[in-house]
């Protein structure tokens, strides 16, 4: 089956550094992707990973083991701006279809 | 960067009217698109995917007579909501891939339904 595990809800202070775990168990994988989605707006692209290792971009990070299914969002120098659901999707590998999570409810806090 | 546009943005309905939502891609070619529902509180989920010139595919528990999707061309995909009920209320989100040199889906800004 398909299974895409995230924290439901994570609470961090502006200027911290907050990780968002993803674990999944896909019967297919060709990448995972992580969006933003303010509430009422349509999900925004963050990174891509297909490979194992680290992705960097600007104050934005991902990580991804294949191997152990598992995949993080690093975000630093955090902004009120970021309060945000992040959205952990895995890529199958027949017809390209993203398979969501149930996303994580990140508030940033003064 | 590649931008989708959906319409209409927000629409309320009576409660067995028939609503059509369009998915364009503005300044690329897509040959996939695919079609999420999502509640509030909730993540995306997965209707259907669409296909240019093909029947879309359909997850399972999604039924295809009441949703009923069309990808003409393509830039354009439709989804109709046939005799619509208050539980299909929701928000209707498209994405498209482009034919070639993205990875990425990009999604449309999303669709309010309101069936009264």
């Known amino acids: 089956g398909q299974n895409i595990d995230q924290p439901t809800e994570m609470t961090a202070t502006e200027g911290a550094i907050v990780q968002i775990n993803c674990t999944y168990q896909?019967?297919?994988?060709?990448?995972l992707f992580w969006y933003q989605q303010h509430a009422g707006e349509a999900p925004t692209f963050l990174s891509y990973?297909?490979?194992?290792g680290l992705e960097e971009k600007g104050r934005f990070s991902s990580f991804l083991s294949r191997s152990k299914g598992y995949s993080y969002l690093l975000l630093k120098e955090l902004q009120m701006k970021d309060s945000a659901s992040y959205l952990c999707?895995?890529?199958?590998?027949?017809?390209?279809?993203?398979?969501f999570g149930q996303g994580t409810e990140l508030s940033v806090k003064p | 960067g590649a931008v989708v546009s959906q319409h209409p943005s927000w629409v309320i309905c009576k409660s067995g009217t028939s609503v059509k939502i369009e998915c364009r891609s503005l300044d690329f070619q897509a040959t996939t698109m695919f079609w999420y529902r999502q509640f509030p509180k909730q993540s995306l989920m997965l209707m259907a995917t669409?296909?240019?010139?093909?029947?879309?595919?359909?997850e399972q528990g999604v039924e295809k007579d009441k949703f009923l999707i069309n990808h003409a061309s393509l830039t354009l995909s439709t989804l109709t909501v046939t005799s619509a009920h208050p539980e299909d209320s929701s928000f209707y989100i498209c994405?498209?891939?482009?034919?070639?040199?993205?990875?990425?889906?990009?999604f449309g800004p999303g669709t309010r339904l309101t069936v009264l």
């Open positions: 990973n297909v490979l194992d």
């Open positions: 669409s296909n240019e010139g093909s029947k879309a595919t359909y």
């Open positions: 994405s498209a891939e482009p034919s070639r040199g993205y990875n990425e889906q990009f």
């Open positions: 999707a895995v890529r199958d590998n027949q017809g390209g279809k993203l398979i």
């Open positions: 896909t019967s297919g994988f060709n990448g």
